[in-house]
């Protein structure tokens, strides 16, 4: 059974950082592409970015190139989101999701697993 766990949100200020961590259970994980979403108050869940099985390759929304960064440790079955120079639109819960699939997608649809989110919260 998989079981997805964000933790690492919080409140920062405008340009500051935060990391996102998702701790995942299930033996698929090392085989399964992984991704973060999320969504802000009224308005529908976003694509974020994603990782291959293997970390090779990382897709990201153009919202968030160049200032997120997605990684995973297999060994440990943890996925990560580095947020650098961060904006109030940044605001959101941001979820984990796995796909069970090697390679990645920005469909939401594609995930057949989700964590409870995690609240990140970007004062001006």
């Known amino acids: 059974q998989v079981q997805l766990v964000e933790s690492g949100g919080g409140l920062v200020q405008a340009g500051g950082s935060l990391r996102l961590s998702c701790a995942a259970s299930?033996?698929?994980?090392?085989?399964?592409?992984m991704g973060w979403f999320r969504q802000a108050p009224g308005k529908e869940r976003e694509f974020v970015a994603t990782?291959?099985?293997?970390?090779?390759?990382?897709y990201y929304a153009d919202s968030v190139k160049g200032r997120f960064t997605i990684s995973r440790d297999n060994a440990k079955k943890m996925v990560y989101l580095q947020m650098n120079s961060l904006k109030p639109e940044d605001t959101a819960i941001y979820y984990c999701?796995?796909?069970?699939?090697?390679?990645?997608?920005?469909?939401?649809?594609?995930?057949?697993?989700w964590g409870q989110g995690t609240q990140v919260t970007v004062s001006s």
């Open positions: 990782i291959s099985w293997d970390g090779a390759n990382k």
């Open positions: 999701a796995q796909r069970t699939r090697v390679s990645g997608t920005s469909y939401a649809n594609d995930y057949g697993y």
């Open positions: 299930g033996r698929i994980f090392s085989s399964s592409a």
